[in-house]
């Protein structure tokens, strides 16, 4: 039998601008996909929709720790620049890859 209680929750480690440490949890599909879908739209036409989605997106992935820390998209959008989002953005799918390709 397959008992998928017994996996190992490997967690991303995140110091936030407000100087809180949290341990970001893997994603769950949604997520993963909206912020994936998202961060491949980057383009001149990215507009202030596409902005208030990755800003969701964002806040809904970093929300999802082990403190039961809440970053609001308001948090996001005056915590982060293009560059610094663009950073945290890499380093977390970075992250997801090499969850998803080693075993527990």
């Given at each position: 039998m397959y008992d998928m209680t017994n996996l190992m929750t490997r967690y991303f480690k995140v110091k936030l601008k407000n100087q809180k440490i949290i341990d970001v949890e893997p994603p769950k599909l949604k997520v993963f996909r909206e912020i994936s879908k998202l961060s491949k739209t980057v383009t001149d036409d990215f507009g202030e929709n596409e902005i208030d989605q990755l800003t969701e997106a964002v806040s809904l992935a970093?929300?999802?720790?082990?403190?039961?820390?809440?970053?609001?998209?308001?948090?996001?959008?005056?915590?982060?620049?293009?560059?610094?989002?663009?950073?945290?953005?890499?380093?977390?799918?970075?992250?997801?890859?090499?969850?998803?390709?080693?075993?527990?």
């Open positions: 970093l929300s999802k720790n082990k403190q039961h820390y809440k970053v609001s998209k308001e948090q996001i959008e005056s915590w982060f620049n293009y560059d610094e989002l663009y950073d945290l953005l890499i380093a977390y799918f970075t992250w997801v890859s090499e969850i998803t390709t080693t075993k527990n």
